[in-house]
C-alpha cells in the first residue's frame, strides 16, 4: 500500500527555537497533504490543507505565522514550528491524497514534539 | 459544534464475537465516510468506506453500514482478534472539499483473549 513517512519520529527541543517537521510521500505523489495534531486522548485536529506550489489554508484558530507549511514538490511537505513553547508540545501528523484519489488518504506515523 | 460524534468512548469485546463501532453525524452534506485505526503514538491505518450513495460495504472482517436518514453509520468487526484493539475513527468528507477529513473523539477497542 501507500506509505507516508515523516521524520523525525520525535523531537526534544527548547523554549524559543524552531522544529522542522517533514511529511514525504513515498511512493505516490501529492498535490494535497494535510497537518494534523493529537493531544492525549483526543480527537486528530486538523491544523492545515498543504498545496503543492500554492499557500497553505489553516484551519481556524491556527496561526499561519506560527505553522510554517511549505510544499515545494509533489511528495514533500514540511511543517515547521516556529519559536516553538511547551504548548505546543504534541503529536503532530500529516496524511497525503494520491493526485486524482481525493477520497484515498494515507497517514504517516506522526511526530512527536517535546518543548521544555 | 461537533460535526462527529462518537458517543461510546470506549468498547471491550471477547475475541471471536462481533465488535460494533457506531459513529453519528451532523451534515447531510458529508458524502464520504472512512474508517481508521490507530495504535498510540502511530499514524491512523485506513480500514474501509463508503460513499453516500450505499448502505453497505464489506471487507473482510469489517463491514461497514450507512444509515443516511439517521445520518448514522457503524463498523462491524467479525469475528474481533486482540490485535484489532486500538483507538477507531470515522472521518467523513465533503465532496468538493480537497479531501479534508473531519474526525470524531474515536472509540477505544479493547478484544480480550
Known amino acids: 500500500g501507500a506509505v507516508v513517512s515523516q521524520h523525525p519520529s520525535w523531537v526534544i527541543c527548547k523554549s524559543g527555537t524552531s522544529v522542522k517537521i517533514e511529511c514525504r510521500s513515498l511512493?505516490?505523489?501529492?498535490?494535497?497533504m494535510f497537518w494534523y495534531r493529537q493531544f492525549p486522548k483526543q480527537s486528530l485536529m486538523l491544523m492545515a490543507t498543504s498545496n503543492e506550489g500554492s499557500k497553505a489554508t489553516y484551519e481556524q484558530g491556527v496561526e499561519k505565522d506560527k505553522f510554517l507549511i511549505n510544499h515545494a514538490s509533489l511528495t514533500l511537505s514540511t511543517l515547521t514550528v516556529t519559536s516553538a513553547h511547551p504548548e505546543d508540545s504534541s503529536f503532530y501528523i500529516c496524511s497525503a491524497n494520491p493526485t486524482g484519489l481525493q477520497e484515498t488518504q494515507y497517514f504517516g506515523p506522526g511526530t512527536r514534539l517535546l518543548v521544555l | 459544534d461537533q460535526q462527529v460524534k462518537q458517543n461510546s468512548p470506549s468498547l471491550s469485546v471477547q475475541e471471536g464475537r462481533i465488535s460494533i463501532l457506531n459513529c453519528d453525524y451532523t451534515?447531510?452534506?458529508?458524502?464520504?465516510f472512512l474508517w481508521y485505526k490507530k495504535y498510540p503514538a502511530e499514524g491512523p491505518t485506513f480500514l474501509i468506506s463508503?460513499?453516500?450513495?450505499?448502505d453497505k460495504n464489506e471487507d473482510g472482517r469489517f463491514t461497514v453500514f450507512l444509515n443516511k436518514s439517521a445520518k448514522h453509520l457503524s463498523l462491524h468487526i467479525v469475528p474481533s482478534q486482540p490485535g484489532d484493539s486500538a483507538v477507531y475513527f470515522c472521518p467523513v468528507q465533503s465532496s468538493g472539499n480537497t479531501g479534508k477529513l473531519i474526525f470524531g473523539q474515536g472509540t477505544t477497542l479493547q478484544v480480550k483473549p
Open positions: 451534515n447531510s452534506m458529508f458524502d464520504y
Open positions: 463508503i460513499s453516500s450513495i450505499k
Open positions: 511512493d505516490f505523489q501529492a498535490t494535497t
